[in-house]
């Protein structure tokens, strides 16, 4: 699996149920999630991206040790005083903490805000850093 791979998989299992999408790079917009009844949520989305990396090949070549720092942006349209934010806060936590127990990933910075976009989302940014191994690509 490639590092995109792995966190779309893990942001999947934890956001698709409260019907917050999440991609690489930008936000994705649909009407319905494939294989659910639950409702888009359409106040709230996840963008994460891919920041640096330090790779290298060993062995046979085709194993790639990867230390990759990955921003995960988690972005809202209400102010933080709205009852909503109490289960946007819950959903960054959950992401940390399933990021947090898994042996590849480190918390790189913690919770920091995100200023408010053109489109009126504002949001909260963490940074984690994935050591391990990977498909190329």
């Known amino acids: 699996m490639t590092i995109t791979d792995i966190m779309q998989k893990k942001l999947d299992e934890l956001l698709l149920p409260d019907g917050v999408l999440s991609h690489h790079i930008r936000r994705v917009k649909v009407d319905t999630i494939k294989g659910s009844t639950v409702p888009v949520n359409n106040d709230e989305y996840v963008v994460y991206r891919l920041v640096s990396s330090r790779d290298g090949a060993y062995g046979d070549g085709n194993a790639q040790l990867t230390r990759q720092y990955v921003d995960v942006n988690y972005y809202y349209t209400y102010d933080k005083t709205d009852a909503r934010y109490k289960d946007a806060e819950r959903r960054i936590k959950a992401i940390k903490k399933a ?36 498909d190329s690509g």
Not at 104 to 114: K, P, T, Y
């Open 99 to 134: 990021f947090k127990a898994d042996p590849r990933f480190r918390l790189a910075n913690g919770e920091h805000d995100l200023p408010e976009t053109d489109n009126g989302y504002r949001g909260v940014g963490v940074e984690f850093l994935y050591i391990g191994v990977t």
